[in-house]
């Protein structure tokens, strides 16, 4: 299933940054969680992270790799990627190829049974052929690699889903991410011949302090749609001043398959 969002808000790099600037004010730290779940590597390892963006996993991740490691990022935006290499300051040689997931076929420096960890971080589910990048990834696994999902999960923006249903259509890709894409990529997963899968699901909040900053974190969101700020301020304005600020649930899923 495909979002109707335009690939200028996907791949918006100024969107993405406050997207996660908001995720500073989550009642638990994402970073800390995501890190518990890295998978063992080997020493030297070699780890492409698709969908890369900024760079937010990768620059968690890249101080745990050897110098003779090597991280590759891959994504569309190239303003994204310049970040950051800009920001990169880990040992294991850096790559970078701007470019999509669902063409990894056309990239030499991806070659077949090299890798040892592949992952996506919230990114995977934008791929026009789910099952393709999974074989594809499938393919260029060492034996043993991993390959790694993490996405939304089950009563994720449940708060203000309510507020913005009544107000316009939230498109059908949006209720996928949530309900069925994990499921998906299980079900690929054991239908292309992956080992084992290991599960773990983090249930977090992010509070808004106002309804003004609840807005300006949905007006960079792919749920944004003009013309309804009023409604949306004054219906989180009311929760707030009942509870004290607005509290959004983003509950996280990691997903990782072993070949």
């Known amino acids: 299933m495909q979002t109707q969002s335009s690939a200028s808000d996907i791949q918006s790099t100024s969107k993405l940054n406050a997207r996660m600037s908001a995720n500073r004010n989550s009642a638990r730290d994402f970073d800390e969680w995501c890190f518990r779940q890295l998978p063992e590597l080997n020493l030297p390892s070699r780890v492409l992270d698709l969908g890369c963006g900024t760079g937010k996993q990768l620059l968690l991740f890249s101080p745990m790799l050897s110098p003779q490691s090597e991280v590759i990022g891959l994504d569309l935006e190239g303003k994204s990627l310049n970040q950051l290499k800009n920001d990169y300051q880990g040992r294991a040689k850096l790559g970078l190829i701007e470019g999509s997931f669902d063409t990894m076929e056309l990239y030499p420096e991806l070659a077949e049974g090299t890798f040892d960890l592949i992952y996506a971080s919230y990114a995977l589910y934008y791929t026009q052929n789910l099952a393709k990048v999974m074989e594809d990834a499938y393919r260029?696994?060492?034996?043993?690699?991993?390959?790694?999902?993490?996405?939304?999960?089950?009563?994720?923006?449940?708060e203000f889903l309510s507020i913005i249903r009544p107000l316009h259509e939230v498109e059908d890709f949006m209720d996928y991410v949530f309900d069925q894409f994990h499921q998906d990529v299980i079900a690929h997963g054991e239908r292309i011949g992956f080992s084992s899968l290991k599960p773990s699901l983090l249930r977090n909040k992010i509070a808004f302090s106002s309804a003004e900053a609840f807005l300006t974190y949905l007006s960079n969101s792919l749920f944004y749609r003009p013309g309804h700020d009023a409604e949306i301020l004054a219906a989180v304005q009311k929760v707030c001043e009942a509870e004290g600020d607005f509290k959004v649930s983003k509950n996280i899923i990691s997903l990782q398959l072993r070949k």
């Open 140 to 158: 260029l696994l060492k034996p043993g690699g991993v390959f790694w999902v993490i996405c939304p999960y089950y009563g994720t923006n449940d």
